[in-house]
């Protein structure tokens, strides 16, 4: 889940983090994880990167990052403001979203 590290909601970025690792037993294989985290702090932790790696690949080495980047807004097509959270989107899950657009899905489902 999204990490907000007791920052108000309304100053949070959402950061993607693409980290590689290389499946064990398989050193010319690079993998990449995406990692999504609510401050930047907390995407640069390293001790996250294996034990996600290892989550969604089994045993891993040489896990490090390649680059730390703000999310872009995914609930509307056209929107490209940075995302500041996350919001259910039914069948897609949970879809990173802009406090613009968070208004009006809200005020559509009213």
């Not at 108000?8 to 290389?22: A, E, I």
């Not at 401050?39 to 034990?51: D, I, K, L, P, T």
């Not at 259910?88 to 613009?100: F, K, M």
């Amino acid at each position: 889940m999204p990490e907000s590290n007791g920052e108000p909601v309304s100053d949070l970025k959402v950061y993607r983090v693409v980290v590689w690792c290389r499946p064990t037993g398989k050193p010319e294989t690079l993998l990449d994880v995406d990692i999504l985290s609510l401050s930047r702090e907390a995407a640069a932790r390293r001790a996250r990167w294996s034990v996600i790696a290892t989550r969604k690949y089994g045993d891993v080495d040489d896990v490090d990052w390649r680059s730390v980047e703000e999310v872009i807004c995914q609930w509307f097509a056209l929107c490209d403001r940075t995302a500041t959270g996350w919001m259910d989107a039914g069948p897609l899950g949970e879809v990173p979203i802009c406090t613009e657009c968070k208004t009006k899905v809200e005020a559509l489902k009213t």
